[in-house]
Structure formats: C-alpha cells, structure tokens
C-alpha cells in the first residue's frame, strides 16, 4: 500500500503528523515511538521572543473534545532552532515550523529566522487564546492577506495557512490565503469556547474562554474541507478529532491531502503509530489502494464517477 | 513510561468517598521513586486522570492508588472492577537516593496524603526519622493512620474537630518544625505554600497539582512560574515533586 | 425554589422548554407525560406552505452530537393554527412559535398569522439546512436587521431571534437583533457540520451537511451567550447540549435566563421532566435560591462580587 | 411505550455476525402487534438504535431481538451482558387483527427476517397458510430457517449460492406468487421495491427502515414519501409497517 505524498515542500512518506501545540517539539513522545515513523512533525507554535503563555488551567475536558488556552507558550525562535530542531533533523523526520505572532512584522520576522532550518511552515492566525495577534489575522480575509504575503515573501520554504473555523465564511478565508500566496491550507485551528463550573461560578479555563478540539469538532472540520477543496486548487492539511484511521480516511475522502492529530496524543500517546500502522489495511478494507487515490474521494463520488472504487 | 491494561486486584473504600485502588502489572518495575504518578484513561472521558502513586510493591508486581472521588471522572472510576488503561510512571517523584537528612516532617492534605506513604516507608528504611503531620476535612475522610503510625509520630487535623487537632495542618507545623532538618509535603496549593511561608529555612520538597493535558510534557498545561531562567516547569514532568525554592506558588 | 421566570411574553413556572424542531407539535411527548410540566413549548418552525424537506438519510451521528438537515419540513402556517396549536393551548402550557421562511415577506406573513394563537415568536434566521432563506439572513447583520424589524412590527407577541452560530461575530448579530427590536434572543441553532460514510465515499445526510447539535456544542453555546450577555441588554434563552440540571446551571451562569432542550430529547424521550425535577436541588447544592438569582452568575462572580452566594 | 431498564435473560450468536437478544421486563405487555420494534441506548452512543421486536412472550415477560452487526453500535452491543435501556414498543406492526388471508407469502431480507417471524406464528394461529421466502448473503448468515419451516413451506436464496437457490428473493417470486393472496416483506428498500414491483395485484404490507433520531414520530428524520394528501410518513410511528400502496419507494 502506498501511503506516500508529496506536497510542496514535504515529500513525506505517510499523511499522518502530530498538530502543533499537541507535540511540544517531539522529544516527550520520541520515548513512545521512532519519530521517523511519522509523516511529518508540526512543531509547537513559535514567537521572536519567549513566551510563558496565559494562567491555569489551560485546559478543561468537554464532552468528546477539550477545552484550551496555553496562549502559545514558546522558548522563543532562537531556542527553537538551536534547542528543538537539531534533535528532530537528527530523528530524520520533516519538520514544519508553526509560526504565530502578534504584529506582521513578528510572523514576518519568525519565518525569516525559522524557515531556512524547516521543510514547510504553517503559519498560525488562527490562535483564540491570545489577545492580539493570533485570531484577528484569521477573521478577516484582507488582513489574514496581508500577514500572508509578506510572509510567503521572505520565506525560504512552503507556506501553508493554519484557518480558523471561527468564521461565517471558511471558503473567503481560503481564497485570501490562496491568492495571497499560500501553497497550502492547514485546516482547522480550535473553535472558540468556554466551561464554567457551577462550583466556583468562574470559567473553567483561567483566560476565560478556550479552543474547543477533539472528536467533538470533526463534522465542522469535514464540512469546511469539503467546501475549500472544491473553492480553492490548494492542498489541505486536514485536522480536528483524528483518532483512527477510519477518520484519517474520511478526512482524504472530503478533500484533505494529509492529516495532523491534535488533542488524540493526550488521550492516548501512541496515537499517531498506531494510525499510522493500521492505515493500510483501512485503505484496502474501503477499497483504495494508495492515499493519493482517496483524496478529494467524496466529490469524484459525487460526480458520478466511480473510477475511484478499485 | 508505558501505557498498560492494568489488572484491577482490589478496589475497596478506605474512607468517606475515598477509594483504594490495587493495579497488577508490569508498569512497577519503572517506578524510579515515591512520588510518581499514573495518568488513567476511561471510556467516556476525553482526558485521562492523574493519580499518584501511593505505594508499590516490585515483588508483587502492584501500585496502589489512594483517590477520592470529586467529579465525573473519580466518580467513573469506582465502577472500575476488572482493568483500567494506565499511562505511568510518570514525573520526577521525591528524589530518596540523594535525601539527606535525620529527621523529616511529612505535611499532607486531604488527597496528598496518599503520595507521602510511599516515601514515608523508604525514608523509614534509609534510617531517617519521620514524624507526619496528617489534615483532612473529618474524621470519616480521613484514612492511612495506622500506616503511617507504624513509621513515626503522627499529628492529625481535621477541619471540623472530629478528630485530633480541630484546624488545619499549619496550626501544628510550628510546634513540630523545630525538630525536623527537610520537609515533604502534599496537598492543594494553598496548603503548599503556607507551609513553605511557614518553614523558608528548612530545605523542603513540594508534590503540586494542576490540570493536566497529555501528562507527558508535551502541552503546557501544567506549567507553574519557576525561579530559573526559563521561568517555568510542568508539573506532569519536571514535578509533580519540585524543591521548594524552585517554584513560584 | 421559586424556578419562575418572567420573560417577554413569557411568565414560565420553570425555566425549561423544548427546542425547536425535536418535539413538532408536542403529540408524541405528552405520552411520556403532562406537558403543563414544561416552562413552554417551542414548536417546530412554521413556514407559510407545507413543506416536505429534505431527502432521507435527514440524520447522522458524531461524537457526542448528531448532525440533521430535516429541511424544515412543517404541514405549514395555516395547518399548524388548526390542527396543532388547539391541543397544546388545551394543555395549558405556553407556546412560543418558530418562524421560517425564504423571504422576508414569508417571515412577515407567517409572524401575522401565527402570533396571535402564540406567547411569543422565535425567528428562525439560523437554520443550516435549507438552501434559500433560513441561515443567509442569519450570518449578516444587515439583513437580520431587515427581517428582525419587519416582523416585529407585524407580530402580536415579543419577537426572539434564533441567532447561527456559524458566524465571525456573535456580538455584532445580537447587537443588530436588538437595534431592530427583538425582545430577546434564542442561542444557538446548530453549526453545520458533515460526515462522510467511507463505504458509500458520500456524505452520510442526503443533504450534503447537516446542522450539528448535542452535547459537542455546548462549549461554543457557552461562549457565545457569555459574550453576548455583556454586549446586549436582552434576556435569552440558552440551548445546545443540555442534558443535566447541572448543564441549565451552567447556562444560567453564563447569562441564560432560560433554557431549551433539543437533540437530548432523542436519547431520553422524558429528559425535559427529569431536568425539571432535578433543577431545585442542584440550584441548592450550589448555593441559589432561584433561578433568577443564577442568571448571569458568572458575570457578577468576575466583577468581584460574592452577592451571590447564599 | 415505555423506557424501560430490561434484564438480558440471554445474549447468543445466531449466525455469522448475527445475535438473537432475549430481554426480560414489562414491556412485553404494550405490545400491540408483530411488526413493532424498540430503540436502544447504550453509553457513548448519542443516537438510540431501532431493532425490530422478532418475537414476544408476555407469560414470561420477554422480548426476541435478532440483530446484525453493521456498525460500532452494533458492535458494541454485542458486549452487553446484563441489561439494557430499551424505548418500546414502538411504531405500528402487522395489523394482524384486520388481516383475513388464505396464504400468505413472506419475504425477507437478511435483518429484515426477524419481524416476519413473530407475524408467522400469529399468522398461522389465525389459521393462514404461510410460505416464506428467505434471503441472506450466504449459508454462514442464515438464520431462523427450522423455526420458519415449522410453520410453512421455506424457500431459501443466498447471494453466493451456498444455501438454496443462487439469487436473490425476487428471483423465486415469479413461481411462489400465484398461490398466495397476501404478502408481507422485510428488507433494505431496493428489495422492497422490487417485491411491490412484482406483486402489483397482491395486497401487500412492507415493513420499512430509515436512520432515526426520536424513534417516536416528532423530529421528522425517518419520512418515506406517501400517497396522501400529507404526502409524508413517518417511519417511526406511521410504520414501519405501510400497505404496499401507501408509500412511494
Ligand atoms: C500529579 C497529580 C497527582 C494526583 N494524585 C491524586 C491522588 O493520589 N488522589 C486523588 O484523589 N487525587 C489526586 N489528584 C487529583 C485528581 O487528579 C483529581 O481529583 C481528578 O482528576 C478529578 O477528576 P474528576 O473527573 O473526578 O473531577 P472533574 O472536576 O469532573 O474533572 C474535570 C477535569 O478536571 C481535572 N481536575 C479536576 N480536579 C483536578 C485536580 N485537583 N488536579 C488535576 N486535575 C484536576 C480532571 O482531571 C478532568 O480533566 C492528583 C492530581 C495530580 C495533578
Ligand atoms: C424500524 C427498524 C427496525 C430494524 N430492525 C432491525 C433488526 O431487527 N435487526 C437488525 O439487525 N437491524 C435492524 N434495523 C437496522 C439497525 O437499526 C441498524 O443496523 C443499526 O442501527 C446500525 O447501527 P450501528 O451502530 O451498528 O451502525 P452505524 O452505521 O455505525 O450507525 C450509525 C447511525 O446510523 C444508523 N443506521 C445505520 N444503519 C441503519 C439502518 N439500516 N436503519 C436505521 N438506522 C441505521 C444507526 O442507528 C446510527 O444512528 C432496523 C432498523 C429500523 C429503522
Ligand atoms: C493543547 C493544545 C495546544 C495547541 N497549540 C497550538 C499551537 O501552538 N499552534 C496551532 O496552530 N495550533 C495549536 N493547537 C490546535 C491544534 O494544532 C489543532 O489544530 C486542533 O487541536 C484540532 O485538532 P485536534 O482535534 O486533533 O486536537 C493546539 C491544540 C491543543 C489541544
Ligand atoms: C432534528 C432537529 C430539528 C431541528 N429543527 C429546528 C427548527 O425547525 N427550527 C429551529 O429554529 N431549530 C431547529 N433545530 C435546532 C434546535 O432547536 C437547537 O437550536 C439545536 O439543536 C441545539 O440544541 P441541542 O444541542 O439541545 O439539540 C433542530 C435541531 C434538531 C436536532
Ligand atoms: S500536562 Fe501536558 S505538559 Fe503537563
Ligand atoms: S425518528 Fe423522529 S420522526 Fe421518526
């Protein structure tokens, strides 16, 4: 079974990667696994300057999903590219650098530092937990355009966008990104959402409000990659409650090229080997006999067209 | 740290709403110290559950788990009878090959009682004495007397008199703090503090607590202000146990 | 405990209702028992014609949530005065109705012909599941005003706006439902959502997407009446994933002043009386003497004060 | 109908991925006829899942269930062991009262068997000749087959020709329909469709299936387009079981 694809900027030899944020920089879980077993590895978000991030907690549990507001936490670029990165260059794994920031100029500035040592960045507007920066980028097509362009400027590597789902209309955000330069969507970050505890009458989370993630999110998830996939001619970096391989399937299928797994790793640390393991058979079972056939599947399906089915 | 379908060998009430939880399997064998803990996962609950490990037992292949229950998840866990999916050990515990000292003065509260146990019998077993002094809300929740006992002096509190000392564990520390040379202690946050306010010259371990995400390092969740230039640890794995001056509380 | 609540239109014994669209006309649930039991029942949306909505399969399941895209299918205004209304008025209990349509001429005529039979008017500018009308009126505040101020000048009864939340901006749609005189507001319709079946390579709902609902939501619901509680002076009526007493706390808390129970219905078809039976001791057990007291709870608690606590 | 917690007297695989499910409780006395089924809820499952009712015996208060494993829910509930939250009975059946018939011919199809089986009994009790005709995939999934032939003339079909006839139900039809003056089917709707297509002059009762939310008729997901003037029906609580003529398939 072919699990291989190619992307710009990763030639990677299965679709699975741990999301950012959920990984650290891979050393935690290089004792659960071989890191080069994955696809790729997303890094944690990235910032000029270290950053200790927002109160605690930082996380509450929701049905099927997770509530959190790290607010980027980071060592800051330098450290991460002395500190982090060697020890996964060293794992032989691709490596995408998760670039956020506050101003332009800071996304601007990190990917300038970051992206000669990377494969691939994503570039994240679309955080909900800190105040400026962050998610305003990701709500308007006009600045998320901005912020893209100067990046994909003085970037050495691909640039993928990280969309936010917290929007009335996924498909503008897009075509911003995609006019704006983007070689590819990453898609999605966490939906804004809160917990309170009727205990203590305050929110759960210490910021307040959270980003939702987990199996709770997959349908929306779903629902705006089938939608960009038809809009936009980039490929997707699909995310959102992945736990098996029947999900990483559905995601392929609706449009997504490659899969990141996010809050999974916390509930079981294995996840994305095991993911990873079972994929082939999965594929077989559904009939496919590579990943590069199952992508964009639901709509070659919906037009009529059963080529797909082997 | 490995992920393992423990065996359930026992599961009984130890005091009110306070479980004791008897886990078969091979994870024992990487418990490096006292102090350490398990992250649990269940059906139905998208985070895992972190409990400490209260004592092991190499030759018998057992950890046992001392929790009460205070929500959904611990409530879930009763109904337990046959396995559980058990990430662990995790974290650095209180580090006993490197403890010096002659007399040591155990501080627990509530829930962080269960972690002192097992390093009360290993300091026993080093020669070092060990007087614990033991707080819980009542007397029907409060559980491991006769345990510790058997290892050294014991002072209880209780919030509501019922039994030993009516108060909290800081009303006695100043009575005991002059004997002992370190101090170990276990319990909320608030009750950590004060008791290294109480005692800022005597050289002390604090166990933390804090909601957890992956339990591994790998999130942020868990991070607590630090004194070094990094300016912060995780709980789950630069702690739970951190020297008291190490941290911010 | 005095569970009574005084809305627009509405003076309720208790603060629960049904929601829209999982109990039609409240038939099928007065087996199960006195629907006088209830604070008031929501109806199913009304629309000027019958309509037989979409095809079938109309429902999927997720993670701790559904998807639906029943598509609004109603025997229509006229049907719903005659044969539908006279047996809930006969129960006793308060009747709010859900307004639909395609145009805002629709939303117009069916308010003047059902208000008069009803105790207030929930408009429907939020359902994700019909092509033309429905949610476009709900994702932009211009038109939402549009619709919200003709069909409050028409209607005998206070007006509550079903607010989407597939939008950029809660707070800007409550904002414009205020300015064009809605008495209150009704958080949240479901988001939309997809799930594909990788045995058939197709969306499971024949519809494509689907509106998702059930505890999954809740997070986002809790988020978006929390923002909207500080920014809108008007009262609302909390939904999406209640399932407990508890869950109706946590709603009050974040500034619902009552509540409506959707999808959870389907699971346990009496789960509207047993939240009712529960509510006085978990009010208690947190230390309210009423529901009016909880309401907006969370708000005070920030503010610093400890008024609350009994 | 009634939402009742009922006792698993026994749980037992019938044929390949086949389980028969007998449940003990009150329910059995509401009811009313073959045909009618219950909606299931298990933990971590957000939707109930509809199961025909394959037979019922109120003197000793139990309820037959046959089910297929199709689905994580399914797959599931083949591990529960003790009891079972069941909503039932629901939807209208078989109306066998007002049936008056000579020979009746049954069709069934795969998991659309179970419900013919408890209206076979009642149908030869009213003394109404019975002939079935079975469809499965394959020998291995065949199932009921000596407790059909008990009461009439079986004809079997599998898809791969293991057992029987190499076809479909249909295939032997055409030979069996001129002896019968009612029928009554069961099966994926392709299947209907072809039966009603077969036997226009035939009166005939269909027993249908959709995906469900409420299972009780208020959330309009399970609807078949009829031929009144309401121009819907709704499966759930109309039917399942409709006159061959009512519904457009
Ligand atoms: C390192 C460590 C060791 C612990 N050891 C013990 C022990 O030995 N015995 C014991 O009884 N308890 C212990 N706890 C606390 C225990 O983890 C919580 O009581 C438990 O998670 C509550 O779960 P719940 O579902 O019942 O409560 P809920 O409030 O329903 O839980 C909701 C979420 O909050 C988290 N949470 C709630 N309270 C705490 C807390 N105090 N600390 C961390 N997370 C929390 C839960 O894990 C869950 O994710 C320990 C906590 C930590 C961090
Ligand atoms: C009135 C009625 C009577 C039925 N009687 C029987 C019976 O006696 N024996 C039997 O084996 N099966 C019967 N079925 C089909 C049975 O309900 C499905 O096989 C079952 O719901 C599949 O659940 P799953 O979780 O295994 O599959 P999944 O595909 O994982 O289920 C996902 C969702 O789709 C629904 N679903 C999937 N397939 C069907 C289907 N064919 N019909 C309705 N909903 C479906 C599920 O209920 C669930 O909500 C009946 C269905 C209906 C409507
Ligand atoms: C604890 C946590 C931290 C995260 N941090 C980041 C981050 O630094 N940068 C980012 O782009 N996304 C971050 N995310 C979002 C995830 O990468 C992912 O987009 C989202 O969680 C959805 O995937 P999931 O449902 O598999 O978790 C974080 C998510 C979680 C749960
Ligand atoms: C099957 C179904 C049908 C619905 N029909 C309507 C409707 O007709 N009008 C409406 O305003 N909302 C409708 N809704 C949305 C609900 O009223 C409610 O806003 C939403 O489901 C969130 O609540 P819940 O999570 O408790 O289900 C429907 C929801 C479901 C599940
Ligand atoms: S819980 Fe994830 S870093 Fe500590
Ligand atoms: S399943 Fe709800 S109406 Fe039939």
């Known amino acids: 079974m072919n699990l291989s694809i190619k992307l710009p900027g990763l030639s990677i030899k299965n679709p699975i990667m741990p999301a950012s944020g959920c990984f650290a920089f891979g050393k935690e879980f290089s004792q659960c696994y071989d890191l080069s077993e994955l696809g790729a590895v997303i890094m944690k978000a990235a910032t000029k300057e270290k950053r200790f991030g927002n109160g605690t907690p930082r996380v509450a549990e929701t049905a099927s999903g997770m509530l959190n507001a790290i607010g980027l936490q980071n060592p800051g670029v330098e450290s991460i590219i002395r500190d982090e990165i060697p020890f996964l260059k060293e794992k032989g794994v691709p490596i995408m650098a998760n670039v956020a920031g506050r101003t332009v100029e800071e996304y601007v500035c990190v990917t300038e530092r970051i992206s000669p040592y990377v494969d691939a960045i994503e570039l994240n507007i679309s955080c909900p937990n800190v105040k400026e920066g962050g998610v305003q980028f990701g709500t308007h097509p006009q600045l998320a355009g901005e912020v893209i362009e100067q990046v994909v400027q003085v970037s050495h590597v691909p640039v993928y966008v990280k969309l936010s789902p917290n929007v009335t209309d996924i498909v503008e955000m897009a075509i911003a990104a995609s006019q704006a330069g983007a070689s590819g969507l990453s898609m999605i970050n966490t939906l804004t959402g809160m917990k309170i505890d009727p205990k203590t009458r305050t929110p759960v989370i210490a910021n307040g409000t959270g980003g939702l993630s987990g199996a709770a999110i997959k349908p929306i998830s779903i629902r705006m990659i089938h939608q960009v996939y038809q809009a936009v001619d980039l490929p997707i970096i699909g995310m959102g409650g992945i736990e098996s391989a029947e999900d990483v399937l559905e995601y392929l299928l609706a449009g997504a090229s490659a899969v990141a797994i996010g809050s999974a790793n916390f509930k079981n640390p294995f996840i994305c080997k095991e993911v990873i393991d079972h994929l082939p058979k999965t594929l077989e079972r559904y009939g496919f006999s590579s990943v590069e056939q199952a992508i964009g599947g639901v709509h070659h399906e919906k037009a009529g067209s059963h080529l797909l089915r082997s | ?249």
């Open chain 2, 1 to 249: 740290m490995i992920n393992e379908l423990m065996s359930i060998l026992s599961h009984e009430p130890l005091a009110e709403d306070t479980y004791c939880l008897v886990l078969h399997g091979k994870m024992v064998h990487e418990i490096k110290e006292p102090g350490q803990f398990v992250h649990i996962r269940m059906d139905g609950f998208y985070l895992r559950r972190p409990v400490s490990i209260s004592d092991y037992d190499p030759l018998n292949e057992t950890i046992t788990l001392i929790y009460k229950v205070m929500g959904d998840g611990t409530e879930a866990l009763t109904k337990q009878n046959h396995s559980l999916e058990v990430l662990g050990p995790l974290g650095q515990g209180f580090p006993i090959d490197q403890i010096h000292a002659n007399h040591a003065l155990l501080i627990g509260g509530g829930v962080g009682v269960p972690p002192l146990y097992s390093l009360a019998k290993q300091l026993r077993r080093k020669g070092v004495s060990v007087t614990s002094i033991l707080g819980f809300r009542s007397k029907e929740e409060a559980f491991l007397l006769e345990d510790f006992e058997a290892l050294g002096d014991v002072h209880i509190t209780t919030e509501n008199g019922t039994l030993g000392r009516c108060g909290r564990v800081t009303d006695v520390l100043s009575e005991m703090a002059g004997n002992c040379d370190m101090y170990f202690t276990c319990g909320p946050t608030a009750m950590l503090k004060a008791v290294a306010n109480d005692l800022p010259d005597t050289p002390g371990f604090l166990s933390m607590e804090e909601r957890m995400g992956c339990g591994i390092g790998a999130c942020f969740a868990c991070v607590v202000p630090s004194k070094d230039e990094k300016g912060y640890k995780r709980i789950c794995c630069d702690g739970p146990v951190f020297r008291a001056e190490e941290v911010v509380l």
